[in-house]
């Protein structure tokens, strides 16, 4: 009787595997396998990664099929040759362990670059963010164009290479693939553990791919929006999550624009029919981002706070504005419009106004929102509604934030 793969014990470090690779140290072990680093001895003892399949439970009958599926699974990633994917070397079974043999990508996971930045008491900047997504988009399409979808991306699972700036996506094992594979030639679920509730990490998977194990190119793009939001924010996706609806909550922890959190915000669609379809739709999106972030930053196009505020107004300086002027326009723009019908605006001033006061305070400066209001309002109970956004408005550092926060407040 065979005993089942993951009853052997770690291989020790400085053990020859396959009379060629000689093994550093255990990199990490999951319910498919462990991976290490090794040394290829035929290649100037170059480092690569050694990676060990072996699901947990797997019976005598189960580690045949496991060997099908594993050989089927080679030959998909061979045919993966992409820059920003670590290239396969080889695969090989040494007694009765099956492995894979990758390049080793020398840098720091996302996850590392992250922590790093907590440390500073900063997170990853929009500009960054769009950067690192159009990067990993395109490798996504590459991959999805061969018919492979990762199902497990999270900043664990990407890398910054040393003395890189284009990010690696890693870990295409053959964990990725098993689950679909295992149903198709049914398997016997109480001999293969590699059943699809496995495969993705709770958080950054999609609904369907964790309850159902669905699986599509959508599945991928909800990933990488999670972990898009995470880099923003700086928070894991359960935080980010409202524990009674479910609902994403995660715009007033990230200062982005609307028309980038808009794109997070279909990327991270509950139902898979919600959610850009492919890749390109969201490279599409992301360019005129791009596109019209750099026509409104130029001088000629330049909206003047006037118009911005209050599209009325004849104001329409030739030049863009100092932040000082910025902020004054804010104030005249709103004590000009107290002057229409100050009882009427009194009127407004109730609840729902205040609570949309709020929500609004809140994407722009986050949960302090509330205790801002709560001590303005105390300072200021008879104030207009007009006078009370003036008021919120100069507790956003950023004038131009500002200025959009009285617009929206008004729109």
């Known amino acids: 009787m065979s005993v089942p793969p993951m009853t052997k014990p770690e291989i020790a470090s400085g053990t020859l595997v396959d009379s060629r690779y000689i093994i550093q140290m255990m990199l990490g072990q999951g319910g498919l396998g462990r991976t290490y680093l090794a040394h290829d001895t035929r290649r100037f003892n170059e480092p690569c990664v ?18 099908d599926l594993f050989k089927r699974e080679a030959k998909i990633l061979h045919k993966l040759e992409h820059p920003q994917i670590p290239r396969f070397l080889a695969c090989f079974e040494g007694e009765s362990r099956l492995f894979l043999v990758q390049e080793y990508v020398n840098g720091k996971t996302y996850s590392r670059l992250l922590q790093e930045r907590q440390h500073q008491g900063t997170t990853f900047s929009e500009n960054e963010v769009i950067f690192w997504l159009k990067n990993l988009l395109q ?60 495969v993705g990490k709770v958080g950054y998977a999609p609904r369907e ?16 929006g999670v972990t898009a939001i995470v880099l923003l924010t700086a928070k894991s996706p359960t935080n980010l999550i409202d524990q009674y609806s479910l609902d994403w909550n995660w715009r007033i922890y990230a200062n982005i624009s609307d028309a980038f959190a808009r794109i997070l915000d279909r990327m991270l669609a509950d139902t898979p029919k919600a959610r850009f379809q492919t890749t390109r739709e969201v ?28 599209p009325n107004s004849k104001l329409t300086p030739t030049i863009p504005p100092s932040e000082n002027q910025i902020q004054q326009t804010v104030v005249n723009s709103i004590n000009n419009r107290d002057n229409i019908d100050n009882q009427e605006q009194v009127n407004l001033l109730n609840p729902s106004f205040i609570e949309n006061c709020h929500q609004q305070l809140a994407y722009y400066i986050g949960p302090m929102a509330n205790f801002i209001i709560e001590d303005i ?11 009370l956004v003036e008021l919120l408005a100069r507790e956003i550092p950023d004038s131009q934030m500002a200025i959009e926060f009285t617009r929206r407040m008004f729109s």
């Open 50 to 67: 050694l990676k060990e399949f072996a699901p947990f439970g797997t019976g005598n009958g189960g580690l045949e099929k496991c060997r």
């Open 377 to 387: 309002l105390a300072k200021n109970p008879r104030s207009t509604p007009h006078q």
């Open 139 to 198: 490798v996504l399409e590459y991959v999805h164009q061969h018919q492979v979808i990762h199902r497990d991306i999270s900043p664990d699972n990407i890398m910054l290479p040393e003395n890189g700036d284009l990010p690696v996506l890693i870990d295409f094992g053959v964990g990725k693939q098993i689950a679909q594979l295992n149903e198709a030639t049914q398997i016997n679920q109480t001999e293969f553990a590699g059943n699809m509730s496995l």
């Open 209 to 224: 791919q964790i309850s159902l194990g669905l699986c599509s190119p959508s599945s991928d793009i909800y990933a990488l």
């Open 283 to 310: 490279l599409t999106q992301l360019e005129q981002l791009g596109e019209s972030q750099a026509f409104s930053s130029s001088p000629e196009t330049f909206p003047t706070p006037a118009t911005l505020v209050y």
